[in-house]
């Protein structure tokens, strides 16, 4: 079974702070993906890497950066927290051949 | 306009029954279509995709697509209160990106 875990499940930060949010994927997969997810708007594509060091903006990268040093880990970066960031994330990885993505559990994010 | 569409329910359906969402896409081009499944407070989890016209079953669940109507439909036979979540389409384009619609919720009800 694929398996992709997030470093955490719960997390509150106060504004301004920089905020690390880890994704690692077990099955080798080439690419891997960051969405936000909010009551309304669905799930919102923030950034994607489709190789080690390649990353490429989604849909609302703006406040956001990423980082991809391992195959197996994709790692979103909060440079600054605003309270507008406030929101479930998700992390995802899929085969390089195949659509399918793979979600992991999750993170509630609280920016206070 | 959104480029996937979905009805947001909720759609209420009595246990044993048939539970009917649908999902259009504008994208011509697109290849390849997946119905998620999300419980509250969960992450998505895949149910089933499809790639060609016609039916594709699995199961309990039923993926239709018409690529000339373009539309993909999911049917849930036998619906259990255990069946009562979110249910999301993707759709895939070129690339490696999915694009979501807004979800269904369905209510399963004893």
């Known amino acids: 079974d694929v398996k992709v875990t997030q470093s955490s499940r719960y997390l509150v930060k106060r504004t301004g702070e920089k905020v690390f949010l880890e994704c690692v994927q077990d099955m080798d997969h080439e690419n891997m993906f960051w969405y936000r997810q909010d009551p309304g708007l669905g799930l919102r594509l923030i950034y994607f890497s489709y190789d080690v060091k390649m990353k490429e903006k989604g849909d609302i990268p703006e406040g956001y950066s990423v980082s991809r040093e391992k195959k197996e880990r994709f790692s979103l970066i909060l440079e600054s927290a605003s309270t507008n960031q406030t929101s479930m994330y998700l992390c995802?990885?899929?085969?390089?051949?195949?659509?399918?993505?793979?979600f992991g559990p999750g993170t509630r994010l609280t920016v206070t | 306009q959104k480029e996937v569409e979905q009805n947001s329910g909720p759609l209420s359906v009595p246990e044993g029954a048939i539970a009917s969402l649908n999902c259009t896409y504008s994208d011509r081009g697109s290849q390849s279509f997946f119905w998620y499944r999300q419980y509250s407070g969960k992450s998505p989890e895949l149910i089933m995709f499809i790639y060609s016209n016609g039916d594709k079953e699995d199961g309990r669940f039923t993926a239709q697509l018409n690529k000339a109507s373009q539309y993909v439909s999911l049917l849930i036979r036998d619906s259990q209160p255990s069946d009562s979540a979110t249910y999301l389409c993707a759709v895939r384009a070129a690339g490696n990106k999915l694009t979501f619609g807004g979800g269904t919720r369905v209510l399963v009800k004893p």
């Open positions: 995802a990885s899929s085969p390089l051949q195949d659509g399918v993505q793979y």
